[in-house]
């Protein structure tokens, strides 16, 4: 791969860092709607597909037999990982968009529920795929060929095959994200002090959430009284930053999916409304190309900086997105 390249190059003509305190600058990059097995399930020495180590469910086969009911299909009572462009031609630029199935409270949660025999402690099987709201595409995955930038930097650097989605809540995107930035969607009794918590959903409307929400079985579960109470109101890793005397700079691309988490707390807020621009304020990043492209721009740049030896390059994505794992 030619990314492979030109890490490894680089890497011959740098000089390691000794430890951690020569680490000058740390990168954190974060997507979107992803799943470690979904995009690395096939590669070699990961516990992707070929993990021994995985669960056997109660009926004796691995959780990889995740178990189809009527909803989905009258063919077969399971489905295996499949991939995902098997058809080829412009299916293979088609499913790079494709949506899986539910990343919703619900389905998530059935997902880690006791089956339906209660000695199947966590059985995956009984109620992930079953959810009505899940697809078949929701076990599918792709290959090297299908994404060979990410698949050469995680192999010229290192990959976390055990990635874990930080928050299984009711809307998965804003509360990994502010997790992210902040280190807490402030569970009640947790590690802020506020009463704006839990962040569990998408609110970016000012005022709380509730909910109740009724599974397939009938079983309803009730929220707290109430939560996502936005903005929010406790301190994010910038202002620790700056408040610690470190220099920082918050980058997002033009048209960001209003996914940067910074404007739902109300130290943002109010700095925009005083219209700062000091060391604060936020830098604008144009990024070329789908997930491969941004994934690239930003590698490109940190391997060829004479602080290469002295960065950490920090990528992740926020949530499933409802792919398989």
């Not at 025999?117 to 929701?138: R, V």
């Not at 900086?305 to 994505?317: A, D, G």
Request: hydrophobic share 40%; net charge negative; aromatic share 12%.
């Amino acid at each position: 791969m030619f990314l492979s390249a030109i890490v490894v190059a680089s890497l011959a003509a740098s000089t390691f860092a000794d430890s951690l305190a020569e680490v000058e600058h740390i990168v954190l990059f974060m997507q979107e709607n992803r799943a470690f097995d979904h995009y690395f399930g096939t590669m070699a020495g990961v516990r992707g597909f070929k993990d021994p180590n995985v669960q056997i469910n109660c009926d004796g086969r691995s959780v990889f037999f995740q178990q189809v009911n009527s909803l989905l299909s009258n063919d077969t009572d399971f489905l295996l990982p499949w991939y995902i462009s098997a058809a080829g031609g412009e299916f293979i630029n088609g499913t790079q968009c494709m949506d899986a199935g539910s990343n919703g409270w619900g389905e998530n949660h059935a997902a880690l529920a006791f089956g339906s025999n209660a000695t199947c402690y966590f059985n995956l099987q009984d109620l992930w795929l079953q959810a009505e709201a899940n697809t078949p595409q929701s076990w599918g995955h792709f290959r090297r060929s299908d994404l060979p930038v990410h698949f050469a930097i995680a192999e010229g650097w290192t990959v976390g095959d055990m990635y874990q989605q930080g928050v299984i809540a009711l809307q998965s995107t804003n509360p990994n994200r502010v997790i992210w930035q902040s280190g807490s969607i402030a569970i009640p009794g947790g590690n802020v002090n506020t009463t704006q918590g839990p962040v569990l959903d998408n609110n970016e409307t000012p005022g709380c959430s509730s909910l109740t929400q009724r599974l397939e079985n009938g079983t309803e579960l009730s929220s707290p009284q109430v939560y996502s109470c936005f903005p929010y109101n406790w301190q994010t890793l910038p202002e620790f930053l700056q408040d610690a005397g470190i220099t920082w700079k918050e980058f997002q691309a033009v048209d960001n999916f209003d996914d940067n988490p910074l404007p739902y707390f109300d130290f943002w807020r109010n700095l925009a409304d005083d219209n700062a621009t000091s060391e604060l304020a936020q830098q604008g990043l144009g990024m070329n190309g789908g997930g491969n492209g941004k994934e690239k721009e930003v590698v490109d740049a940190i391997v060829n900086s004479p602080k290469y030896n002295k960065t950490i390059l920090i990528i992740s994505f926020d949530e499933t997105g409802g792919w398989g794992d």
